[in-house]
């Protein structure tokens, strides 16, 4: 029996770790390590191997152990492509009409989540449901929600489904209870199963967001971007003109990346930048305002004959991504010039959100 003072403990100590686990203070591995020391200082675990409360217990129980191979028969799964091949059969099955293809999709993730870890499974399932959703025209934020739900209520249709169940299987075994086998709980599972497809199919699917996804943005064919050299002629009317004074600085299809001069990168600031004849300018746009500064004489394309002939254009496609900056990055808190990013990782950054 615990004394009052560990009992009020034990609360703050989960209000704690709870709060440290929403807010990523720091790493959830430290913060659970920390609390299964605070729990040994307060009396509330022993270190005694014989005692029932022995703090390192837990390692030998079988609900983790059964955790982590479900984590390995989910990596299986993945890794030998089964996953894959229900998104491939989910392609074919969509149909021509967004109901269909939101029924399919449902059904069709419900199931191996039962078998799986949920996480693979949606992390499989996404970019094939954004991909669907870019090429018909779909709102993925109607899609991405009911992905979600599916594979987390698929979870509920056997005892592997969730790491949930097998702790909670672990425990009613422990106090007493029949033991629950791998279908057990199906019969329940199925009932939770058909009352959420009811809500996601009726009252649920109307209540979904219409977003246009960041993710659908960047794909679009629209803001597909290309990298080319270009080089100022002698006879340019660029060459000894300020860059604000220059069609490039108003120019909403192209944009200077970085002029060379003498072959080596010129480090002044664009904003006092004044062209000459045979500087090489690194140039990022679209298709067709690199063909209209070819056609202009401005500048001359490498390799150029013909002004839609965009030879000096290279022939793989800029590559566009979204990455995130996590808490712990070394990049939090340092501007690009402090980083000089572009030239330590040749990467160039197009916005910040």
């Not at 934020?141 to 909670?168: D, K």
């Not at 930048?273 to 001359?300: M, N, P, Q, T, W």
Request: hydrophobic content about 50%; some cysteine.
């Amino acid at each position: 029996m615990f004394d009052s003072w560990q009992q009020w403990f034990m609360i703050v100590l989960v209000l704690l770790v709870f709060i440290s686990f929403a807010k990523e203070w720091i790493s959830s591995e430290l913060v659970a390590i920390t609390a299964l020391i605070a729990c040994v200082w307060a009396g509330l675990l022993s270190m005694d191997p014989s005692a029932p409360n022995y703090a390192l217990g837990v390692f030998g129980h079988s609900a983790p152990i059964t955790v982590a191979c479900m984590f390995i028969l989910s990596a299986s799964l993945e890794k030998t492509g089964i996953i894959e091949h229900l998104g491939e059969w989910f392609e074919k099955m969509a149909g021509d009409t967004p109901f269909r293809a939101f029924v399919v999709m449902l059904f069709l993730v419900v199931f191996p989540s039962a078998l799986v870890n949920n996480t693979p499974v949606v992390v499989v399932f996404m970019p094939i449901v954004l991909s669907l959703c870019r090429r018909r025209n779909y709102k993925a934020s109607r899609f991405l929600i009911p992905l979600s739900y599916a594979a987390i209520v698929g979870g509920t249709l056997t005892i592997i489904g969730t790491s949930t169940n097998l702790v909670a299987a672990e425990i009613a075994q422990a106090k007493g209870v029949n033991e629950l086998t791998m279908f057990s709980i199906t019969p329940l599972g199925i009932v939770f199963v058909v009352i959420t497809f009811a809500y996601l199919m009726t009252i649920g699917r109307k209540l979904l967001p219409d977003r246009v996804t960041l993710a659908s943005l960047i794909d679009s064919e629209s803001s597909r971007e290309f990298i080319t050299h270009a080089i100022v002629p002698e006879s340019s009317s660029l060459d000894g003109t300020h860059y604000h004074e220059t069609s490039l600085y108003s120019s909403k299809k192209v944009s200077v990346i970085q002029i060379i001069r003498n072959g080596a990168t010129l480090k002044t600031p664009l904003k006092d930048v004044y062209f000459r004849a045979g500087d090489e300018i690194v140039l990022r746009g679209h298709i067709d305002g690199v063909a209209e500064l070819s056609s202009s004489g401005e500048v001359k394309m490498a390799g150029e004959h013909d002004p839609f002939d965009l030879v000096g254009v290279r022939k793989e496609t800029a590559i566009l991504m979204e990455g995130i900056i996590g808490p712990n990055s070394s990049l939090a808190g340092r501007t690009l010039a402090d980083l000089n990013f572009r030239r330590k990782y040749g990467v160039i950054i197009l916005a910040v959100h």
